[in-house]
């Protein structure tokens, strides 16, 4: 099986920064793109950014030029670096990959992490 495990969140004040991260482990031969994702009370989740494996980032339209994602494939960790943090923010922040397992190659399955939560107030 694969775990994601995040952490990083915490309490913060607006205009702070927060880095996040997602450890992927277990039967991995290979990641594909890496994502963050945030829902926030009474809100679908939404995708925040996300990196495939060459590192070809894309980011939602609210979070560019504020959040940068970054990976390191060796450690199979996905990195989510939130600056000039806004209320708005505030949500759980979920990690998804989109692995191939050893004893599955042909069939790439997404796996979601537990989420951490982010909470953006004075």
């Known amino acids: 099986q694969v775990q994601l495990v995040e952490s990083g969140g915490g309490l913060v004040q607006p205009g702070g920064s927060l880095r996040l991260s997602c450890a992927a482990s277990?039967?991995?031969?290979?990641?594909?793109?890496m994502g963050w994702y945030r829902q926030a009370p009474g809100k679908q989740r939404e995708l925040v950014a996300q990196?495939?494996?060459?590192?070809?980032?894309n980011y939602v339209d609210s979070v560019k030029g504020r959040f940068t994602i970054s990976r390191d494939s060796a450690k199979n960790t996905a990195y989510l670096q939130m600056n000039s943090l806004k209320p708005e923010d505030t949500a759980v922040y979920y990690c998804?990959?989109?692995?191939?397992?050893?004893?599955?190659?042909?069939?790439?399955?997404?796996?979601w992490g537990q989420g951490t939560q982010v909470t953006v107030s004075s």
């Open positions: 990196i495939s494996s060459s590192g070809s980032a």
């Open positions: 998804k990959a989109n692995v191939q397992r050893r004893d599955a190659p042909w069939s790439p399955t997404d796996y």
């Open positions: 277990g039967s991995i031969l290979s990641i594909n793109a």
